[in-house]
């Protein structure tokens, strides 16, 4: 009975262990995610600009 205890500890620290990893790999896809959306956006307004800077200078 003694040793159920000690098996039943050394599961639920590898069950945290699993699950604190899971966390940090699912936080980093998260942020690399943002990352690639922000990246993506940032790129689309300036192409915007881009553009409406070249419209409004043939405009002038």
Excluded: F, H, P
């Amino acid at each position: 009975m003694g040793t159920r205890g000690v098996i039943s500890d050394k599961w639920s620290m590898r069950v945290l262990w699993l699950c604190a990893i899971g966390s940090a790999v699912s936080l980093y896809m998260v942020a690399a995610e943002r990352q690639a959306q922000n990246r993506e956006r940032m790129l689309a307004e300036s192409l915007q600009a881009m553009e409406s800077g070249a419209s409004n200078g043939e405009d002038d």
